[in-house]
């Protein structure tokens, strides 16, 4: 298990997995129910997590790792991270 600093939204939680031998996914399970699906939940990958490195990654796609994140620059809904214009940026 690992030290996840975010708590998960409202209706989610989150679950772990071994990805490969050094690197663990971390999917974002929603339980609420959905016509689309028959009613089952449905997840999300949130990202990836070296526990040696000790080191978070955003995701590419559930399959794909991409660039190391710094975790104080994730939310609880993804590592992925956003991309603004120097305008959008200042409006923060």
Not at 42 to 53: A, L, R
Request: charged share 20%.
């Amino acid at each position: 298990m690992i030290e996840f600093p975010h708590s998960p939204p409202k209706d989610c939680s989150y679950e772990y997995e071994n990805f490969n031998t050094r690197t663990i996914r971390i999917w974002l399970c929603n339980s609420r129910q959905f016509d689309y699906n028959l009613g089952a939940s449905t997840k999300t990958v949130w990202g990836f997590y070296n526990p040696k490195k000790r080191v978070y990654y955003a995701p590419i796609n559930a399959k794909t790792i991409g660039k190391e994140v710094n975790i104080d620059n994730t939310t609880a809904y993804t590592a992925m991270q956003l991309k603004r214009t120097p305008l959008e940026s200042a409006f923060l």
